[in-house]
């Protein structure tokens, strides 16, 4: 089974608009944590924000929020008031805790484009 | 400087050429990861370090494939005899502890490997 799970390959948004990327998520552990990476055409990958799976409330982070959803394993990204610059392609991410933390596995991720 | 460092950027090999990835994380980080991006896909893990140990190698796709980290900061990504397959951008990312809550990975900008 896949570990995580991006459903939308493509996504447009209007400018200043509000929009939802999906992410869902598979393990059995109970400690774990989630990652968004936004990669722009250059091809760096930039962290965005982070949910550990005690945490209670859901991260925010400037524009950027994250839907967390335990029970349902998801981890939705909210990005609010959508500018021409977040064009790029989104990962959602996740490290789990056995072991000593060096899984990281990403999903296949979701382009970005917002229309002027 | 304050970021990942990967070099080279861009390596155009002919088939059957060995190339070296070069990658120098951030100072003090202790854990580093190697990660192949075929175009249009999400990062695939290669391998993990833990300071000069390689902890987990389970995702070098064969036995071309080697890393090293012999000081417990640059690593090197080694391909023997490359084929075209092994085209891809090779990410390198590394964090200041291990464990599944400390933080996000740093990524370099990617070693674009072309194999003719």
């Known amino acids: 089974a896949q570990k995580i799970t991006q459903t939308q390959p493509g996504m447009f948004v209007q400018e200043k608009e509000a929009v939802t990327l999906d992410c869902t998520y598979d393990?059995?552990?109970?400690?774990?944590?989630l990652f968004w990476y936004k990669q722009p055409s250059s091809g760096e990958m930039i962290f965005l924000i982070y949910?550990?799976?005690?945490?209670?409330q859901n991260a925010t982070e400037g524009r950027y929020s994250l839907n967390f959803q335990k029970a349902r394993k998801s981890a939705n990204l909210v990005i609010s008031a959508s500018q021409l610059g977040d064009s790029a392609m989104y990962f959602c991410a996740m490290r789990e805790g056995r072991n000593t933390g060096n899984q990281f596995y990403f999903g296949t991720g979701t382009s970005l484009t917002v229309i002027p | 400087g304050a970021g990942v460092s990967q070099s080279p950027r861009y390596k155009v090999a002919k088939r059957g050429q060995d190339v070296a990835l070069r990658c120098d994380p951030i100072?003090?980080?202790?854990?580093l990861f190697w990660y192949q991006q075929a175009l249009g896909q999400g990062p695939e893990f290669l391998t993990y370090?833990?300071?000069?140990?390689?902890?987990?190698k389970s995702g070098l796709p064969s036995d071309r494939f080697f890393a090293e980290r012999p000081e417990g900061s640059v690593s090197t990504l080694k391909i023997q005899r490359t084929q075209q397959e092994d085209s891809a951008v090779y990410l390198c990312a590394s964090s200041l502890r291990s464990g599944v809550n400390t933080g996000e990975l740093f990524f370099g900008e990617g070693s674009r490997l072309t194999v003719l």
């Open positions: 370090f833990q300071n000069e140990a390689q902890l987990d």
């Open positions: 949910q550990g799976s005690y945490d209670e």
């Open positions: 393990t059995s552990d109970q400690s774990y944590g």
């Open positions: 100072s003090g980080h202790v854990s």
